[in-house]
Nanobody, 124 residues
Framework: QLKLVESGGGSVQAGGSLRLSCAAS?????MGWFRQAPGKEREGVAG???????KYAEHVKGRFTISRDDAKNALYLQMDSLTPEDSAMYYC?????????????????????WGQGTQVTVSS
């Protein structure tokens, strides 16, 4: 079992920044950030593997940065230049073991563990 706990959400004005953190209960090979706004599907934001592969959704490229600290079993998401469209519940996702399957870091089905989420609200 893997437990994931997000933190760092909050309210910020448009153009501002937030840094989300996710604490994992054990080493996790693949980790990602997803978000879900009211009435919308959960969508992939960014994903990262232990061997350094990174994937961003097009709409966050250049504004968000995903990183991880494997010594701390931690995942981060630095979010800059936030817009109201970034408002959502943000979820940390994990898949513990490496896989030889085609890597799809932004696909919900790739992950089998999820955190409870942290709310991000961006006002105009």
């Amino acid at each position: 079992q893997l437990k994931l706990v997000e933190s760092g959400g909050g309210s910020v004005q448009a153009g501002g920044s937030l840094r989300l953190s996710c604490a994992a209960s054990k080493s996790t090979y693949y980790m990602g950030w997803f978000r879900q706004a009211p009435g919308k599907e959960r969508e992939g934001v960014a994903g990262i593997s232990s061997d350094g592969q990174i994937k961003y959704a097009e709409h966050v490229k250049g504004r968000f940065t995903i990183s991880r600290d494997d010594a701390k079993n931690a995942l981060y998401l630095q979010m800059d230049s936030l817009t109201p469209e970034d408002s959502a519940m943000y979820y940390c996702a994990g898949r513990v073991l490496p896989s030889t399957a085609r890597l799809t870091l932004l696909d919900r089905a790739w992950y089998n563990y999820w955190g409870q989420g942290t709310q991000v609200t961006v006002s105009s």
